[in-house]
């Protein structure tokens, strides 16, 4: 499992850095959906055992992303359901050769306008 949040909502990467949850600062094109304050005792633990990576993301790299995906499949979907192409097109994931990737699109808390 690869861990991605945004640069500006870096709860689980802060954790990860300090050995246990902490508390951040959250702000940026996701924080509506992306952006506690403090990673839960559940998530914590269960991403200590399961998560693999977690990487940070640029705006910048979210919004791209959120934009080729309504430019290209006209799929619509809020700033945080774009972080994993996000991370496929800025190269900060890079596959495996033999890597199967899937990338899990959902959520539409965002105003479309912003599409245009």
Known sequence: ???LEP??????????????????????????????????????EVGQRHIHEALLLPDEAIRAAQLWLWKELKLAVEPAAALGLA?????????????????????????PASLA
Request: net charge negative.
């Open 7 to 44: 640069e500006r909502a870096p709860t689980l990467h802060s954790a990860r850095a300090a050995g246990a949850p902490v508390d951040v600062e959250v702000g940026g094109l996701a924080a509506d959906s992306l952006g506690a304050r403090r990673i839960g005792a559940i998530a914590w």
């Open 87 to 111: 991370a496929l097109h800025s190269g900060a994931y890079r596959p495996q050769p033999q890597e199967t990737v899937a990338l899990i699109l959902c959520g539409a808390n965002f105003d």
């Open 1 to 3: 499992v690869v861990a």
